[in-house]
């Protein structure tokens, strides 16, 4: 089954096809991040404008790639959610077009179900695994039980990891999005430098980032009021520190809840799980507690239309699909 996989839920206009959930046979995207960067951060109303303009070429590209026609497609996949509103509409009523006017079966798939997928396009993960999705929207543990049957264990109570990565990198001076900066300067910088919070939750499967991404805001601004300024060396320092934080809160917390649940396997995915000292050290977690570790390849990590295309196979299979009242919606 071929199916033609649309997303844009946030600055990527992306389409893929893929063959029953497992072999992608293309995967383009556009990406806007250099327009977003002038503004430290993604502005809804361009992003929305840049789909809207490129989603006609991506689509093309893709089945182009692909070397099938939209006649030999068996059905159309999109992400209706979560997302910016204006981004996830236009890949709705683009879908929804060419599903109707070529008479396929439409399948709404979830943003967050599509990062848990991008591991089962290499290495031939399934079904049941314990999922770590970390991106710039989202921060979450869900036991996956099956395809389609998810249990959420703990989710973020404010900041996605992949935000917090973002705004201490702007306090630092990186560029947006400044995740692969952080993980850039904290090569040379030394990971107990400073001691940050370790944010405590009720529920201990939950994450907080807030707390964490304002002692970095305030250890600069605090030695710049001194006069002290923040050297390189500093700098260096303070990304290390936090990026080992972040990164050991991730782990313990996946580790623990893979214990809870009985789960084997771990899972990371999203576009934090590009960052490499968060892979070794999730790799070395579970080479000692035993568990099974997957990660998808740099490519899936951030948000692409092939991850939706795997998830969307799995949709179908289990009759999740959608009619022409499918809406988007920007949160779950
Ligand atoms: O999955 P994604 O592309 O979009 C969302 O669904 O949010 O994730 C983007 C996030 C950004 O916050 C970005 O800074 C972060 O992933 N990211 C990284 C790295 N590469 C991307 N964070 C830490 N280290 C990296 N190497
Ligand atoms: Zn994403």
Do not use: W
Request: aromatic share 8%.
């Amino acid at each position: 089954m071929k199916i033609l996989a649309i997303e844009t839920s946030c600055d990527e206009t992306s389409a893929a096809v893929v063959e029953n959930g497992r072999k992608v046979l293309s995967n383009v995207t556009a990406s806007q991040i250099e327009e977003h960067k002038l503004y430290g951060g993604v502005v809804p109303e361009i992003a929305s404008r840049r789909h809207c303009e490129a989603i006609v070429g991506v689509c093309e590209s893709a089945l182009e790639q692909a070397e099938v026609s939209l006649g030999e497609i068996d059905a159309v996949a999109v992400t209706y959610a979560p997302g910016l509103i204006g981004a996830l509409l236009v890949g709705v009523n683009f879908a929804k077009g060419i599903a109707i006017a070529c008479k396929k079966p439409l399948i709404p798939v979830n943003h967050v179900r599509g990062h848990i997928a991008s591991n089962y396009i290499v290495g031939g993960l399934k079904p049941p695994f314990l999922s770590l999705v970390v991106s710039g929207g989202h921060t979450s543990v869900i036991h996956v039980r099956d395809y389609t049957v998810f249990e959420e264990i703990g989710r973020t109570l404010d900041d996605a990891a992949g935000e917090a990565f973002d705004k201490a990198a702007r306090a630092l001076g990186f560029p947006y999005p400044g995740g692969m900066y952080i993980e850039r300067e904290s090569k040379i910088g030394n990971i107990n430098a400073y001691k940050l919070p370790f944010p405590k939750t009720k529920n201990k499967y939950n994450f907080s980032f807030s707390g964490l991404k304002t002692a970095v805001i305030n250890l600069i601004h605090n030695a710049k009021q001194k006069g002290e300024g923040f050297d390189a060396s500093s700098s260096a320092d303070l990304a290390a520190s936090f990026q080992h934080t972040v990164c050991e809160i991730l782990t313990s917390k996946a580790v623990s809840a893979a214990e809870t649940t009985g789960a084997k396997t771990i899972a990371l995915s999203g576009g934090v799980a590009a960052n490499s000292y968060l892979r070794e050290m999730l790799t070395q977690k579970c080479d000692e507690n035993g568990y099974q570790l997957h990660f998808p390849p740099l490519e899936y990590c951030g948000d692409n239309a092939a991850m939706i295309g795997s998830q969307a196979y799995y949709e179908f299979l289990a009759g999740n699909i959608a009619d022409s009242s499918l809406n988007a919606t920007a949160a779950v």
